[in-house]
C-alpha cells in the first residue's frame, strides 16, 4: 500500500443549535467548513474500532491531530439533512493520548497490524492497518509529533487561529483579582472590612508560585511579611482566598509551615493566622455596593441556619455533626474573661485545616516541614483530614482505566471489581467531606478556616475551590466558575503543566513484543504492558535497597512536588518542560468530578450543565490553548501567554448556549427548602461520572443504584421494628440515636468522614480516642524542657517499618533512644525564628481544530 503525503481540505465544524446529525459513537459534528491544514500524512483502508464497532475510512496525521475520515453513513432508522457532507471525521489531539500500543503482525500472520490509543479523555480506539509498513509509519508519526517535540511551543496552542466568534473575546483578561475582591467588599479604597491588598509580591520575588496581588489582615505590614515568608514551604504565607459576604468569615490558604525535628516557630507567621482569625466581625458596607444574585427576598443572615435546615441524607447528616462534636470536643467551654459555660455553636472555632493525612505530616517533619505546633497557635484548632497525595490518586485512576480499557474492542461492561478496588469514589468523598466541612465551619459556625496541604497547590486548592462552590451561589454560574477556576487554581499556582503532561513522555508508547505479534487482541489483555508487573516488581525492589537513590524515587514523603524544578531560573528550560511521569495526577479532574457531584445532587442550582465540565477536562489535556500550559501566574507572564496563545474561556463563552443548564434556578432563599444559599453534598449519593468515562449511568452505577435501594429498604424495615409499641407499653415512644440502648452513636471511622484527628494547644483528639482527650498530653514544643528528644521519639515510631527511618535513625531506629540530657543544650542554641533556627536534616537531598476550535471532537 502506497503511504501518501498530501496537503488536504480538512472540515472543520462550527457549533450550532439546529445542524446536529449522526456520526461516529455519538460525536457531534456541524456545519463544515473548508480550510486548510499542513501536510498530511495518509494512510488509505484504515479499520477504525470503537466500543465493539467498525468503520472503513482514511487515516490522516497532521501536525496536530489524528483524523479518522469515514463515509457518512447513518445507522439504520436515522436520516440525513440534505445538506449533509459526504464524509465526516474523529479528530485525536496529540496530548491528549495516555498510551499508544503498536501491534505489528508478520506478512505470514494473516492479521492486520494495529495502533491501540488510550486518550485522557477515556477515549479508546483502535486502528488496523492493511500492511505492517503503513502501521510503523503511523505508528512513528504519532509518536514524532506527542512525546518528542522537546519544547512547549510546538504545542498547537501556539499556532491555533481563533474562530470569528471567538476572536471578539478575550478569556485572558477575564478575571481580575482586585474586581473579584471588591465583589467580596474588599479594597484599599473602601471601607476597612480587616483586610487590604499587598503588592509585595508584584514582581513575583517574594513568592515565584502565588499571586501578583495578595490580600492579607489590614494589621499586618509588608515587613511582617516578609519575615513570616521563610517559614512556609516556598513562602506560600497565609492569605486571603474568599470573605464570606454575610459574615465576613474568610477562608485562607498557605502552604506546610517548616516545624522541622526543633520544633521551629515563627512569631510572625502567628501574627498573620491571628490576625486572619480575628478580622472584623463588622458585616457593615458602609455603602458599598456588592453585587448580589437576585433573590425572591432578603435571605436571613447565615446566624439563622443550622446544620438541620440543609436538605442532607441521614448519614450525610450524621457525619456532619459527628465531625462538628469532634472539633468543638478539643475547645474551652469557659469564657477566660467571665468564667461562664459557653453554649456549644455560639461561639466561634476557628479552624486550620491540614489535608494530609497524620502519618504524613509527621513524616514531613523529618524533612524540615511538618505541620503547626497548636501550642502557639492556640485561638484555633487543627484538623486532619484523610485526603491522599497525588501518587495515590494516580494510582487510582489508573485503577479505574484498567476496568474500563476495553472500551474500544468491546462493548463489555466495566470491570466492577476493579471499579470498588480503586478507591476512586471513596477519594470524592473524602474530597467533598473536607470541603463541606469548611463550609459548615464559616457558612453555618461562624468562623475562619486557614487550608493547607504540603504545598499549598493541590488539596488546597480543591478544598477551597469547593468550599466556595458551597458557600457562595456566583461561584455556580458559568461566569463565576471561570473566576473560581482562575482564582483558587490558576492564579495561586496549582502546578497544571507538571500534572498533566502535554508534553507526554516516551513510556507512554510501547511495541508488543515478537511473540504477540500477529495474535489478537482480546478483552482483558494490558495493552503491552503484560512485564509491568515483573518490572514494577524490580524497581520497588532496587528503590527499597538502594541507600544512594535519587529524590524522584522516593515515594514515602508526601510531597506533592518530590521532584520540582528549583523556584528560581536556575532549572535549564528543556529540564523544567520534560514530562515527569512521577507527577502526573487527577487533581483538578477530581475537583471536576466533585463539582459533578454536587450538579447531580442540585440541579437546579448551577447555571452550567455536565457537557461543560467534560469539555473543560477534555481541553485541560488538549493543549489548544494556552490557559492550562503553564504552573503558575508568574510562568504564564514570562512566557508572554496572553500575547502568543488563546485563553480556553473563549471557546467556552463564544457557545455558551450550548452549557447552560435548562433546570437552573438563580433564586436564593434561605426560607426555601431546595433555594439555600449554602449547599451541601448528600455523601451517600456519590456515584460514578459515567459520562466522563466514556460509559453509560447504568453500566457504571447499576450495582450501586441496587445496594442503595437494599439499603433504603433494611432501614425502613428497621425503624418501622423500633418505633413499634411494645405489646405491654402502648404510650412507648421511639428512641433518638443511641439514647436508651446505651449503644454510642456510630464512630466516626466506621462512617464516611474524612476527618482523622483534631488537636488543639492542650490536647489531641482522634475518632477512636474521642472519650479519652482529657488524659492526652500537650503537644511538644521548641521551648519545652525535652522537645527535641520527644519530637524524635515521635517521629522514630511513627516511621517504625518504613525505609526512611533507616536512612533518618539508622539501623537501630525502632530500638535506640535518644541521649539524655542532650536535646534540653541543644534547644538553648535554637532560636524562634524559623529562617534562622539550624536545621538537623538540611544535609538531605529536598524530596523531591477545525474551524471551530473543538479539536478533538465530543466524544460522550
Not at 515563627?266 to 491571628?274: A, C, G, L, T
Not at 484498567?402 to 471499579?419: Q, T, W
Not at 528549583?566 to 466533585?594: C, M, W, Y
Request: charged share 25%; hydrophobic share 35%.
Amino acid at each position: 500500500m502506497q503511504v501518501k503525503k498530501v496537503r488536504l481540505p480538512v472540515l472543520a465544524w462550527a457549533l450550532t443549535q439546529n445542524t446536529a446529525f449522526w456520526c461516529l459513537s455519538g460525536t457531534v459534528l456541524r456545519n463544515p467548513r473548508v480550510l486548510t491544514s499542513p501536510v498530511l500524512l495518509q494512510i488509505p483502508n484504515v479499520e477504525a474500532v470503537r466500543g465493539g464497532e467498525m468503520h472503513k475510512g482514511d487515516l490522516h496525521l497532521a501536525d496536530h491531530h489524528v483524523i479518522f475520515v469515514m463515509p457518512n453513513t447513518p445507522p439504520d432508522g436515522v436520516q440525513l439533512p440534505p445538506n449533509a457532507p459526504k464524509t465526516r471525521e474523529l479528530y485525536i489531539a496529540y496530548p491528549i493520548l495516555a498510551h499508544c500500543n503498536f501491534r505489528p503482525a508478520p506478512p505470514a500472520s494473516g492479521r492486520p497490524s494495529a495502533i491501540r490509543i488510550r486518550g485522557r479523555d477515556f477515549t479508546f480506539i483502535s486502528f488496523h492497518f492493511t500492511d505492517d509498513t503503513s502501521a510503523r509509519d503511523a505508528f512513528e508519526h504519532i509518536r514524532n509529533r506527542t512525546c518528542r517535540l522537546g519544547r512547549l511551543d510546538k504545542l498547537y496552542a501556539f499556532s491555533y487561529q481563533p474562530l470569528k466568534q471567538e476572536k471578539p473575546l478575550d478569556g485572558w483578561h477575564l478575571y481580575d483579582p482586585k474586581t473579584e475582591f471588591r465583589r467580596q467588599g474588599i479594597s484599599n479604597k473602601s471601607v476597612d472590612r480587616g483586610w487590604r491588598i499587598s503588592t509585595i509580591n508584584k514582581d513575583y520575588a517574594f513568592s515565584p508560585t502565588y499571586p501578583g496581588l495578595l490580600v492579607v489582615p489590614s494589621q499586618i505590614s509588608d515587613n511582617v511579611l516578609k519575615h513570616a515568608g521563610p517559614y512556609r514551604s516556598r513562602q506560600r504565607i497565609p492569605v486571603l482566598t474568599y470573605l464570606h459576604s454575610l459574615n465576613n468569615c474568610s477562608i485562607t490558604r498557605s502552604s506546610q509551615p517548616c516545624v522541622g525535628l526543633r520544633g521551629n516557630r515563627s512569631v510572625q507567621d502567628e501574627r498573620i493566622v491571628s490576625a486572619s482569625f480575628s478580622a472584623s466581625a463588622t458585616v457593615e458596607f458602609n455603602g458599598l455596593e456588592v453585587p448580589t444574585i437576585d433573590t425572591a427576598e432578603p435571605s436571613p443572615a447565615s446566624s439563622q441556619a443550622d446544620i438541620r435546615d440543609v436538605s442532607l441524607d441521614a448519614e450525610s447528616l450524621a457525619t456532619a455533626q459527628l465531625e462538628d462534636e469532634l472539633i468543638a470536643a478539643g475547645e474551652s467551654h469557659i469564657d477566660a474573661k467571665t468564667g461562664k459555660r459557653l453554649v456549644y455553636g455560639a461561639q466561634q472555632s476557628n479552624l486550620i485545616v491540614d489535608a494530609r493525612p497524620t502519618i504524613n505530616a509527621v513524616v514531613m517533619q523529618a524533612m524540615g516541614k511538618g505541620s503547626e505546633n497548636m501550642d502557639y497557635y492556640n485561638f484555633a484548632t487543627k484538623a486532619y483530614l484523610n485526603i491522599d497525595n497525588i501518587h495515590v490518586m494516580r494510582e487510582s485512576l489508573n485503577t479505574v482505566i484498567d476496568a474500563i480499557k476495553d472500551g474500544d474492542i468491546s462493548r463489555l461492561p466495566p470491570n466492577r471489581e476493579l471499579l470498588q478496588k480503586s478507591g476512586w469514589l471513596k477519594h470524592i468523598t473524602g474530597v467533598l467531606d473536607g470541603s463541606a466541612l469548611i463550609a459548615r465551619q464559616v457558612g453555618i459556625r461562624h468562623s475562619h478556616v486557614l487550608i493547607h496541604c504540603s504545598d499549598g497547590w493541590d488539596r488546597t486548592s480543591q478544598l477551597s475551590a469547593l468550599s466556595q462552590l458551597m458557600l457562595d451561589p456566583f461561584y455556580r454560574t458559568i461566569d463565576g466558575f471561570i473566576i473560581l477556576i482562575e482564582k483558587d487554581w490558576l492564579s495561586f499556582g496549582h502546578m497544571f503543566y507538571q500534572r498533566s503532561g502535554p508534553l507526554n513522555h516516551e513510556k507512554w508508547f510501547s511495541v508488543e513484543k515478537d511473540t504477540m505479534a500477529g495474535t489478537t487482541l482480546q478483552p482483558g489483555e494490558s495493552e503491552g504492558r503484560a512485564g509491568d508487573a515483573i518490572e514494577n516488581a524490580f524497581a520497588s525492589a532496587k528503590r527499597f535497597f538502594n541507600k544512594n537513590r535519587t529524590p524522584a524515587d522516593t515515594p514515602v514523603a508526601d510531597s506533592d512536588d518530590l521532584s520540582s524544578p528549583p523556584d528560581g531560573d536556575q532549572a535549564k528550560p528543556e529540564a523544567s518542560e520534560a514530562t515527569r511521569p512521577n507527577e502526573i495526577s487527577p487533581v483538578f479532574h477530581q475537583f471536576l468530578d466533585s463539582t459533578y457531584q454536587l450538579l447531580r445532587q442540585h440541579p437546579t442550582r448551577f447555571e452550567f450543565n455536565d457537557r461543560f465540565l467534560r469539555r473543560l477536562l477534555y481541553h485541560l489535556y488538549s493543549a489548544q490553548y494556552g490557559t492550562f500550559l503553564w504552573n503558575s501566574e508568574k510562568a504564564r507572564k514570562d512566557a508572554r501567554a496572553t500575547e502568543r496563545t488563546r485563553s480556553v474561556w473563549d471557546y467556552f463563552l463564544s457557545r455558551k448556549p450550548e452549557f447552560l443548564n435548562p433546570e437552573y434556578d438563580s433564586t436564593i432563599d434561605d426560607r426555601q427548602s431546595g433555594r439555600e444559599r449554602l449547599l451541601l453534598p448528600r455523601l451517600s449519593e456519590i456515584r460514578w461520572w459515567a459520562s466522563c468515562f466514556g460509559r453509560t449511568d447504568v453500566e457504571m452505577n447499576d450495582y450501586l443504584d441496587a445496594a442503595a435501594a437494599r439499603g433504603e429498604r433494611v432501614g425502613a424495615y428497621t425503624s418501622n421494628v423500633s418505633t413499634s409499641p411494645a405489646p405491654h407499653n402502648r404510650s412507648r415512644s421511639p428512641a433518638p440515636p443511641g439514647s436508651q440502648t446505651g449503644t454510642p452513636p456510630p464512630s466516626l471511622q466506621a462512617s464516611r468522614s474524612v476527618l482523622t484527628g483534631v488537636e488543639t494547644a492542650h490536647e489531641a483528639l482522634t475518632p477512636e480516642h474521642g472519650d479519652a482527650h482529657a488524659s492526652l498530653k500537650k503537644s511538644a514544643s521548641a521551648d519545652t524542657p525535652g522537645a527535641f528528644a520527644t519530637n524524635l521519639a515521635k517521629l522514630r515510631d511513627g516511621v517504625a517499618g518504613i525505609d526512611l527511618g533507616k536512612g533518618l535513625f539508622g539501623s537501630a531506629a525502632g530500638t535506640a533512644s535518644p541521649a539524655k540530657g542532650s536535646s534540653d543544650t541543644e534547644l538553648k542554641a535554637a532560636t524562634t525564628s524559623s529562617s534562622t533556627a539550624p536545621r538537623e536534616l538540611s544535609d538531605m537531598p529536598t524530596p523531591p481544530v477545525d474551524a471551530n476550535g473543538e479539536k478533538g471532537l465530543e466524544m460522550k
